[in-house]
């Protein structure tokens, strides 16, 4: 994946993105992704917001999320999926997240949010997906997809390098 074009954020587009994002994340976590020098630059697939030119917010279908590099920086709170150490390999090279690996899940989440994908046993983010059904029926069904993997560790997001 390439820059395709980078300039600065306006302080207007920065209060804009702000906005957005505190939908999703705290104040704290806020600041600990947009600070630094921030650009926005576009790929062949996504718009992003790059920090200190470290990729931290892209946005799938116009909407601003965190990267896994952004929730790297600020930790897991909400919005999220936490799944088996069995589903880690699978989830880690772009599956999407099928039920039966799913341990605990943020209730708030329904079909169509953006959400965050954890191991267990570390809370570290391995993807961001879409829900494709309600959190609540997860635990109900204990079969089929979950989520559809937009993001994930090692994808060319993830090895985004801007010189």
């Known amino acids: 994946m390439r820059i395709r ?39 062949e697939k996504y718009s ?35 799944v088996d150490s069995g589903a880690v390999p699978f989830i880690a090279n772009g599956a999407n997240v099928m039920a039966p690996g799913v341990v605990r899940s943020d209730p708030a989440l329904r079909q169509g949010d953006l959400c965050v994908v954890t191991d267990e046993r570390h809370n570290k983010p391995l993807c961001i997906g879409r829900m494709a059904v309600n959190a609540s029926e997860i635990d109900r069904t204990k079969k089929g997809k979950v989520a559809d993997s937009l993001h994930h560790v090692g994808d060319a997001l993830w090895k985004l390098s801007v010189e």
């Not at 505190?22 to 650009?39: C, F, P, W």
């Not at 917001?49 to 709170?77: A, D, H, W, Y």
């Open 5 to 43: 074009r980078r300039r600065p954020l306006s302080a207007k587009e920065i209060k804009g993105l702000r906005d957005a994002l505190s939908q999703v994340l705290s104040k704290d976590q806020l600041d600990a992704i947009l600070s630094g020098h921030l650009e926005t630059a576009s790929t």
């Open 48 to 82: 992003v917001i790059l920090s200190n030119k470290e990729p931290v917010v892209f946005m799938p279908e116009g909407t601003p999320f965190p990267t896994l590099r952004g929730f790297l920086r600020v930790g897991v709170q909400n919005r999220y999926l936490q």
